[in-house]
């Protein structure tokens, strides 16, 4: 396979270019090799490991949990069990959220349903936003 730009990468990933630099700059996609112009020439194997970053990303893992992804799935460390730690990590950050995002519905809800819609001077919404948050 001839090599390809940092373009192409990019559009074969489905990532944007500056995505692409950002994840070399913190070291989570390897340097590619360069051409004898210092061009960036990527290969099949970048193509396979963006993919892999951004659809991680797009679940929600962590920069330092795709990281630690990355490094179980290197043939010589893959192991089950400490990719379902990360997992399992995951899913009960996930969790938390949605237990979050269930409380913020209801408070929502609760709160618009009080709310007339008039042109009244008073506004339950914009209240609930002035109202510092209870721990």
Do not use: W
């Amino acid at each position: 396979m001839k090599s390809l730009s940092i373009g192409q990468l990019a559009t074969a990933a489905g990532v944007n270019l500056e995505t692409v630099r950002y994840y070399e700059r913190i070291r989570l996609m390897p340097a590619p090799a360069r051409t004898a112009s210092g061009h960036r020439a990527y290969e099949e194997g970048h193509i396979r490991r963006l993919a892999f970053i951004r659809r991680a990303r797009e679940l929600g893992f962590s920069i330092e949990q795709i990281r630690a992804l990355l490094a179980l799935a290197q043939p010589s460390r893959t192991s089950c069990a400490e990719v379902r730690e990360v997992a399992r990590a995951h899913l009960d950050d996930v969790r938390s959220k949605l237990a979050d995002l269930v409380s913020l519905e209801g408070i929502l809800a609760e709160t618009i349903s009080r709310c007339s819609g008039d042109s009244a001077p008073s506004c339950p919404v914009l209240d609930m936003l002035k109202t510092p948050r209870r721990a």
